[in-house]
């Protein structure tokens, strides 16, 4: 994947003492954590950090511990004397999923220093934006095409360049339906049919490899009317957060107002609780709640069965929201 160059230097001083041995040398930094804001999918980053023996014996860096994924470390000097320092330089590959994260760097001497540890965090977003940012087919009748345009827009200077839209689910088709080199507008047609309920997928675009963006990944979703119809096509959730509070509310309907009951469910993750309320007219509310890790709503979907035999299991996608 072709991912934008980012480079971004950091001198930080940071102090982290060694306990009550006075004749022990001493890590300093007064900045063990540093924000980085909002980076794109793919940026790669320099940090360097000074580091400083403040204390009164020498200072022999023994290892640094990579719990970051980073790709290369290195030090201009392990062996400080006191007052002197060094420089730490990370080169990080940010190939992650877009949302928060949090890494870090923890350096070792080899005498009895307490072992400093470096944090960074930040936000990472993909380098182009979607409008509308999820295509909601909304309700479609069994056997129905229906079609939506988005548009995809570069947030870097590059143009984009659709190369191929590849065969994915065997009910969605995409093609380009108009590009320039601030955009690309792309046509998905959905037909309802094979199963019913909720529908959630994705449609993937390939780009122009020598321009830094990579697969396009567009999410799609929608209900595919049968029997019972879904208040929601969707379960969304808050993808610039680590943790999710979940407070939801959906139901389901017969569409003859007939009388329907709820033979086994679920929510998609086992920390989420499912409330089913009492049946009335031919409709049932439930509730979702719960304390998850966003990562873990990542490709979950919720599974209703009902009582009516004709009607398939309802599936509903948890999706992020940008």
């Known amino acids: 994947m072709n991912r934008l160059f980012v480079t971004i230097g950091l001198i930080v001083l940071c102090t982290v003492g060694c306990g009550d041995n ?19 999918v793919g940026a790669r980053l320099d940090v360097r950090y000074k580091i400083t023996n403040s204390g009164s014996s020498e200072l022999k860096i023994d290892r640094t511990e990579l719990t970051c994924g980073c790709s290369k470390a290195r030090l201009s000097t392990k062996d400080l004397k006191p007052g002197t320092s060094t420089t730490l330089e990370v080169t990080l590959r940010l190939d992650l999923a877009p949302g928060p994260f949090k890494k870090s760097i923890i350096l070792h001497a080899k005498s009895n220093a307490e072992p400093l540890v ?67 507008k792309i046509e998905i047609s959905f037909r309802g049919d094979h199963r019913l309920g909720a529908f959630g997928s994705k449609l ?41 509070d979940v407070e939801l509310e959906l139901s389901f309907q017969h569409r003859d107002g007939m009388a329907i009951e709820i033979t086994s469910y679920s929510a998609g993750h086992r920390l989420l609780q499912v409330q089913i309320g009492k049946e009335k007219n031919g409709v049932i509310k439930a509730s979702i709640t719960g304390r998850v890790k966003t990562a873990d709503l990542s490709g979950a979907t919720m ?20």
């Open 204 to 244: 993937l675009l390939n780009s122009d490899p020598r321009h830094p963006y990579g697969d396009i990944q567009i999410p799609l979703v929608g209900v595919v009317r049968g029997i019972i119809s879904v208040s929601r096509t969707h379960l969304p959730y808050d993808a610039s957060v680590t943790t999710q």
């Open 22 to 40: 006075e004749g022990a040398g001493r890590f300093a930094c007064d900045m063990p954590n540093h924000d980085l804001g909002v980076l794109e």
């Open 303 to 322: 599974r209703v069965k009902t009582n009516i035999v004709v009607a398939s299991e309802i599936r509903i996608p948890w999706i992020a929201t940008p």
């Open 118 to 184: 470096l944090s960074f965090e930040g936000t990472l977003r993909e380098p182009y934006t979607l409008e509308p940012a999820t295509v909601d087919f909304g309700n479609v009748e069994f056997g129905e095409t229906v079609k939506r345009i988005v548009t995809v827009k570069p947030r870097r200077e590059a143009p984009i360049k659709i190369t191929n839209i590849p065969a994915g689910d065997d009910r969605v088709r995409g093609q380009l339906a108009g590009s320039s080199p601030g955009e690309a």
